[in-house]
């Protein structure tokens, strides 16, 4: 409905500042933060920072990594509050993506793995969105990519809400095998 009122809304003149992209980019933020606390709700924290405390540990590092590098595209593009608003979508985007990989790691079984696909493909998605709009000019292929992507994580996340959550099932189980 913003894309809809912003394209047949008033034009924005150039300095004013642009409600349209904040209010979208809040709501995305939003609720990507809700798929975040639904998957954090379902899990033991107590048992998952025992078990895979050092894998955390490196998501935490490689997601800062990351939101800096794909921030720093956009540095000069951006104003300050834009940039700092991209940066924190970049954010929850890439704790979206840690905290799915979290609860495949804990649950192993098909919803947390449908979960996890559907927050790579938004992951790529966004990622190739932001070449789409920043990096490279007059790219029509990208357009339909990114659009194709989260298309597809929509589909994902909706076939995992109509599994049911199981307990944490284990990797592998010894067999006894007769000879």
Do not use: H, W
Request: with cysteine; aromatic share 20%.
């Amino acid at each position: 409905m913003l894309s809809v009122y912003a394209y047949y809304g008033p034009q924005i003149e150039y300095g004013e500042p642009d409600y349209y992209y904040y209010g979208a980019n809040l709501l995305y933020i939003v609720s990507y933060m809700f798929l975040i606390f639904k998957i954090l709700r379902g899990l033991d924290l107590k048992a998952v920072f025992s078990e895979l405390s050092i894998p955390i540990l490196i998501l935490v590092v490689l997601d800062v990594f990351c939101v800096s590098i794909v921030s720093a595209t956009t540095e000069n593009v951006f104003s300050f509050y834009e940039y700092a608003l991209e940066y924190g979508y970049n954010a929850v985007i890439m704790i979206l993506l840690s905290v799915t990989l979290i609860n495949y790691m804990y649950r192993n079984d098909n919803k947390s793995m449908l979960f996890l696909v559907g927050a790579i493909c938004i992951v790529f998605s966004e990622i190739i969105q932001l070449s789409y709009y920043y990096i490279l000019e007059n790219n029509n292929d990208l357009g339909f990519i990114y659009s194709f992507f989260l298309v597809v994580a929509f589909v994902f996340l909706y076939l995992q809400s109509q599994l049911e959550f199981t307990g944490p099932e284990p990797e592998y189980t010894d067999e006894q095998l007769e000879v």
